[in-house]
């Protein structure tokens, strides 16, 4: 794992927030903190992206029956392949 570092400035009262959060047992250190902070919005965006995806899906009309013709055709547009 990487040990890049960062450094920036937090107000005292978000300072103090994470202190009673770590105080408490609920982390190990600041730095466990913040990492599940970041993982937990990394999963927010990603579930964020498949609401989209499924939303632009409803929007973009009927579907039709999922022939092996229209599999291939499928498989085909997404491995970018002609074969």
């Known amino acids: 794992m ?5 450094s920036f ?13 770590v105080s408490d047992g609920s ?4 730095s466990e903190y913040l990492r599940e902070l970041i993982r937990r919005d990394q999963r927010e965006q990603a ?6 995806l499924i939303a632009d899906g409803l929007a973009s009309g009927d ?3 999922a022939t092996d013709d ?6 085909k547009r997404a491995l970018g392949t002609d074969a």
Not at 9 to 21: F, K, S
Not at 47 to 52: G, I, S, V
Not at 70 to 75: C, G, W
């Open 2 to 6: 990487s040990r890049n570092t960062m």
């Open 9 to 21: 400035a937090l107000p005292e009262n978000m300072r103090d927030y994470i202190d009673a959060r």
């Open 27 to 30: 982390y190990g250190n600041t």
């Open 47 to 52: 579930a964020q992206r498949l609401r989209d």
């Open 63 to 65: 579907g039709r029956e």
């Open 70 to 75: 229209v599999i291939d055709e499928l498989r």
